[in-house]
Structure formats: C-alpha cells, structure tokens
C-alpha cells in the first residue's frame, strides 16, 4: 500500500512598495514553509494569499481594496470546489488601517501588522477555525526577529539583511513612526549570523536595511552597543563577502565612524542614499527633520573627502505645506550643488494621522505638478550625465545572472547600475572587471576585459583565493 503525500499549499505573496516589504514577504514565506506551504506564481487556486501592503504614497489603500474585490471572487471559486484560500493583509496599511479593512472586505482572514509576522502560523490554525477574522497589529513587547526561523531562503548573489525597524524622528509627512513603531536594532551576533548564512548560500553582496539604517545601535557581545560603522567593519571581515550596502539612511545619524568606514572599507560601495528631502530650511524645520542645509552640505562633504568615488541618490519632496516658489527654487540649487546620481522624488501626498496633512497653507496641485516636472528633470539630465561619465572607464562588476539577450549577463556597478555585457553564465556571483562602452539613461553596457582576472580593480573587492 502506498501512503498518501499531502498535496503541498500554495501560497501566493503580492508585495508593494518597498525593500523592507521585500524582506518581510520572504520572511513570512520562510515561517509558513514548515506549514507545507510553498510558493505560487499566481493567487488563482491558492491555498493562501498574502498582501503586503505599503501605505507610504497615495492610494494605497483603493490599490488594496480592488485586489482584495478580485480575491473575494477567487476565494468563492475555491470554495465551490469544497476548498479553503486563507486570505491575509499584512504591511503598514494594516497596520494602519486594521479595522476599515474587515469591515470593508469581511471575507479577509487574517490582518497582521509588521511586528507579527512570527505569529503568522498561529494566525493561520486560528483563522482556520475562526469564523471571523484574525487582527494582530498590536506591537508586541518581545522582538519579533527573535521568534523567526533561522534558515532564511538563500536570497542569491545579492542579498537584503534587516537590521533595524522603525522610526523615532516623526517627519511631519511621514506614516512610519505610526505604522512601523518605535525604533529597534537587532542585536549584533544575529545580524552577523544572518549575514554568514546568506554568503553560505551564495550572497556575495549584502544590502543591509532599515528605515533608519544608521541609527543602529544594536546589543554586542562586549557589552556596549554597536553603531552601524562598526557593524559594517564586523561584516566586512566575513570571508566571500565581495559588497557592502545600507539602505535608508537619515542625515542626523551619519556619525563619524560610518562616513570614517566609507574611508576604510573598500567592500562598502561607493554609493549612498541620502533623504535630503528639501533644499529650504525653513522647509526642513516645518518637516521636523532635524537638520539644515548646511548640515546635509557638510555631511556630503566629509563623505566624500572620505571617498572620492561616491555617488549619492536622494528623496525629495516638492509642495510640503508651506513650501514656496523660492523654497523650491532652494530644492533646485541644492540639487545642483550637490549632484546626485539617482533620486526618488515625490509630490507631498497627505497622510491622515500625520501633522503636515493637517497643517494651514497647502500647496495646490498644479502647482506641485509643475515642481515635481522641473525636479525631475534636473535629476534625470544629472542621472544621465552621471552613467555618461562612466564610459571609458574599467569598473568592477558583480555578475548577478543572465542579460536580456543570449549569451549576455547582467551585473551591478558600485555605483548600483545595472551593467550589460556579452559573457558566460558560470561569471555569476563574480566580481569582474568590466570596460564601459555607454552609459545610458539608466543602465550600462559594458564588455568584460578579456584575460583579466575577476575581482581586482583599484580597491581590493573579494577575499583573496585560498592558497
Ligand atoms: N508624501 C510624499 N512623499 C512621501 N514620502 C514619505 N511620505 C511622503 C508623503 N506623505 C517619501 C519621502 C521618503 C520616501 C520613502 O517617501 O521622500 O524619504
Ligand atoms: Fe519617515 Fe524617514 Fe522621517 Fe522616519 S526619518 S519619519 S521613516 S521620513
């Protein structure tokens, strides 16, 4: 007699918004892979589906509840057929918007904020007996990282590595310090374990994130708390760790150490994003960000005395409440001055909750239609000049797989560009040099120097082979 294997669940993610929800969704994969869930390409015919939701930007919210118009349709075909799909909501706009969404849509399981997704087999065995649906976006006093399985999935030759949550420093825009709680590193030892477990399965780059990556200051081994240049000068030391990254830094917390690191370190690349988020200060004390302009240009400048080669990226946010014509005028000689090679940019969007959605002398929409067209195209000419610049030059790639066309592979600059050139598979997860013949609006071709061997360019990117 054979014995019956269990058909495997499907679970189906759908992930908005940003690299934080990317690493949550592979985490909350992670803790249902011991349920017998594994992944599916579709949410038709699931046995679970996830949204994870990013309340950052307009529209979030009716973006939700259309997907979730169309789920309910998928869950009843399911049910014709005597079986069951779980349907949860998980992200910030859970977290924020918890109730209204089992209220609006009934036929949703489970509503989960980001501090819970430990919880989540829990949630789903309950959901299973429970009539009604499962809300869980109280921040629980135990660390949630604590409670995740350690085998995180081999994320490939560039990996993301969470290692602080949450924001103290109340932006008036911004939802986070609502939605994502009271800032929290995780401890040292965890972070560098993560970090050996993801080059044990093939990561030769590390990005590590948070939303204030720099304010880390997570529990050592020796007593004292670690900022993040000393968790980068730890991780550094990790054999097969070719690259470096944090992701999103705030300008108050660039502390001596972390730009003294961008002078030390040559695995940590030569590039940072930088939120600046206006150019006026009048505007940046209204946004409570805590800094001036001067600060931002003082910052720029000991970074790059630091590092000659580093690139910066930015966020920006034209029409704030308050903002004027000269303010922004202010935005665009900041961006001048300073030079960016990449940006985001964003018109102020109220958030309800935040104290800038309520605040006297909004900006009208046209006219910050107008700002973000004119930003923007400072920041696309400075983008593009940028790539332009690299032509001629021998930079190191990190091969990360196969390009668009056959026999090509696709890689990453230093400077987080995109690279395409003509060469084998099997340079995957090597750092090769690569001669640029044209920087393009938003990537680089390049041809990989013939003969020479992977790894080494002006700065040391890789451990040195075994003798
Ligand atoms: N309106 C517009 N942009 C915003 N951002 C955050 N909140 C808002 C908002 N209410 C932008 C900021 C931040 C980035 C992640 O999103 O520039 O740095
Ligand atoms: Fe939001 Fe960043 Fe400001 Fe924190 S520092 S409130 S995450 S914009």
Redesign the pocket.
């Known amino acids: 007699m054979t014995t019956a294997v269990p058909h495997p669940k499907r679970l189906f993610i759908r992930t908005w918004g940003c690299q934080m929800n990317v690493y949550d969704s592979a985490r909350m994969a992670d803790v249902l892979a011991p349920l017998g869930y594994a992944p599916a390409e579709a949410p038709e015919g699931a046995d679970m589906v996830i949204l994870n939701t990013c309340h ?2 307009e529209k979030a919210s009716e973006k939700l509840f259309s997907e979730l118009g169309r789920l309910r349709a998928a869950k009843q075909e399911k049910a014709a057929l005597g079986e069951r799909m779980v349907l949860a909501v998980a992200g910030c706009v859970a977290q924020a918007e918890g109730a209204e969404i089992t209220a609006r849509a009934p036929w949703v399981d489970i509503v989960l904020g980001p501090q819970t997704y430990h919880r989540l087999p829990e949630m789903v065995a309950r959901a299973s007996r429970a009539a009604g649906a499962v809300i869980e976006t109280d921040f629980p006093v135990e660390a949630k990282f604590d409670h995740l399985p350690d085998a995180a999935a081999p994320q490939g030759v560039t990996a993301f590595l969470t290692v602080q949550e949450g924001c103290d420093k109340f932006c008036s ?2 939802v986070v310090p609502y939605t994502r709680g009271a800032e929290f590193s995780r401890p040292v030892a965890a972070v560098l374990a993560e970090a050996r477990r993801l080059v044990a399965g093939g990561a030769r780059e590390i990005t590590l994130l948070g939303q204030n990556v720099n304010a880390y200051h997570g529990d050592a081994p020796d007593g004292p708390t670690w900022g993040l240049g000393r968790l980068l000068r730890a991780l550094a030391e990790i054999p097969g760790l070719a690259r470096l990254r944090y992701t999103t830094s705030h300008p108050r917390d660039m502390d001596d150490d972390l730009i003294a690191a961008h002078a030390d370190l040559p695995s940590l690349m030569p590039y940072l994003h930088l ?1 600046v ?1 206006s150019g006026s200060d009048r505007v940046l004390a209204a946004m409570n960000r805590g800094h001036t302009v001067e600060d931002f240009l003082g910052i720029v400048d000991r970074l790059r005395t630091a590092r000659p080669d580093l690139a910066l990226s930015s ?3 034209v029409g704030h409440p308050g903002e004027s014509a000269a303010d922004f005028d202010a935005t665009m000689r900041l961006i001048e001055r300073v030079g960016f090679a990449s940006a ?1 940019s ?4 109220p ?1 309800p909750g935040t104290p800038a959605a309520g605040a006297p002398l909004q900006v009208a929409e046209a006219e910050k239609d107008a700002r973000l067209a004119a930003l923007q195209a400072l920041l696309r000419d400075q983008q593009a000049a940028f790539n332009a610049s690299r032509a001629g030059m021998t930079i190191p790639v990190l091969i990360t797989g196969a390009g668009r066309h056959p026999g090509q592979v696709a890689g990453r600059s230093p400077w987080l560009q995109p690279v395409h050139a003509d060469g084998p598979l099997d340079l995957v997860g090597q750092v090769v040099p690569v001669e640029v013949l044209a920087g393009h609006p938003n990537s680089l071709a390049g041809k990989l120097v013939p003969g020479a061997q992977a790894t080494r360019h002006h700065q040391p990117e890789e451990e040195p082979a075994p003798a």
């Open positions: 950052i930007r825009f911004c939120p988020q966020d920006f946010i985001f964003f018109k102020y969007s958030r």
